[in-house]
């Protein structure tokens, strides 16, 4: 799904001399690289901090853990998603709330958000799934009409621009109260092993966070709080330093693959391209089709036994899996999500797509589309 080994090709130098600098220091945890990284991101967010942490998970739940809430206090996210953030919830025992999403940009439906608020509500958790934002504008009016924290998943949207009615911009996972994203190495700011950060403009909160990630310790061997060990190691940070500067432009040579998917699959009657919704940017994490009248599953072996990588992203919501099961769910509850995890296939999308590789990948597809009729 990504070349990971190409782009690495492509800046082998910088990240070799790079990652020997921090060896050679000996710096290895915390070190000025964490520290440099940190301020570049919040520069490139434009948001007031960063909290680097181990990855995208503990991000979360880091998040989570600041807004002091209780046991039995609910939190609403989205069903197709990835289990991080269903998982967090369930693990600090607070009450997961699934709702469904939008069929086009298979984002957190504003109006089901709506009809799952109770007293007990105390946090949304939107995801900007597959690379573009939720409809931000809508979610923060509902949480502050009903005095809700508002964490964005952005794992799978750093970069993305979020436009707003007035005509200013934010950056994706610095609208809400707390951001969250992962550098697992396939998403689209990737380092070489985990990694993870947390975005916030409210200083009560930073300080909060950073106490947590750090054992809750602010003077040294002194726990004030209940905390967890979530580091970025300075080798990753070096290694994220390099590729951040890189970031926008990799975003364009995703969005150049997706234009060009686009393109060709425009007027296939079976497959249905990814919506861009106006209000944001797409930065392409995966790009994701809409299926009709093949089998889908048949499709993807087609591709697979091509050597072209393709994935379902995701094939059981969480209201459908064995961990989450829960007697307030039930098959049928989430029609729009089911169906999605029904029909939909990711293609190969990285920065390294080059035009022979599109057009076969392109005619796989096609010829696949074919092959898998029902
Ligand atoms: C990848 C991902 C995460 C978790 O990130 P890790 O770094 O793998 O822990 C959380 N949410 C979403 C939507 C993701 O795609």
Redesign the pocket.
């Known amino acids: 799904m990504v070349d990971l080994k190409r782009q690495y090709e492509n800046i082998q130098d910088e990240i070799d001399a790079a990652v020997l600098d921090v060896i050679r220091s000996t710096q290895y945890i915390n070190g000025p690289e964490v520290k440099a990284f940190q301020k570049e991101l919040e520069a490139y967010l434009g948001v007031k901090h960063v909290i680097p942490c ?7 739940q880091v998040a989570m853990m600041a807004l002091d809430l209780k046991p039995g206090d609910e939190v609403i996210t989205t069903t197709f ?5 269903v998982e967090v919830i369930a693990l600090l025992g607070l009450t997961p709330v699934l709702v469904d999403v939008d069929p086009e940009t298979f984002n957190i439906d504003p109006e089901a958000l709506k009809k799952a608020i109770t007293p007990k509500t105390k946090a949304i958790v939107p ?3 597959f690379g573009q934002c939720a409809h931000m504008e809508s979610l923060m009016k509902i949480a502050k009409a009903h005095n809700l924290y508002v964490i964005e ?1 952005t ?2 949207a750093i970069g993305s621009d979020y436009h707003f009615n007035d005509g200013s911009s934010k950056k994706a996972g610095t609208i809400g109260h707390i951001g ?5 190495p396939s ?1 689209n700011l990737g380092c070489y092993g ?3 950060a947390i975005f916030t403009n409210d200083d009560a909160l930073a300080g909060k966070m950073r106490v947590i990630v750090n054992h809750g310790m602010e003077v040294r061997y002194y726990h004030d709080s209940v905390g967890v060990n979530s580091r970025l190691d300075s080798i990753q940070a070096a290694i994220l330093r390099i590729k951040l500067r890189r970031l926008d432009s990799y975003a364009k040579a995703r969005l150049q693959a997706a234009e060009y998917y686009d393109k060709a699959f425009a007027n296939h009657p079976g497959l249905q391209t990814p919506v861009r919704s106006p209000f944001t940017s797409h930065v392409f ?1 995966q790009y994701t089709l809409k299926t009709t009248g093949v089998n889908r599953f048949k499709l993807q072996e087609y591709l697979m036994e091509r050597d072209i990588p393709a994935m379902v992203y995701y094939p059981v919501p969480m209201h459908m899996q064995k961990a989450y099961d829960d007697p307030r769910y039930r098959k049928g509850d989430f029609p729009v999500s089911e169906a999605l995890s029904e029909s939909v296939i990711s293609l190969p999308m990285h920065t390294e797509l080059d035009k022979e590789q599109l057009i076969h990948i392109v005619n796989m597809v096609l010829d696949g589309m074919e092959a898998s009729k029902v």
């Open positions: 181990a990855n995208g998970t503990d991000a979360l998603t990835f289990v991080a953030t995801v900007h799934l998943d794992a799978q969250c994203t992962s550098f697992f998403k985990d990694g993870g994490h």
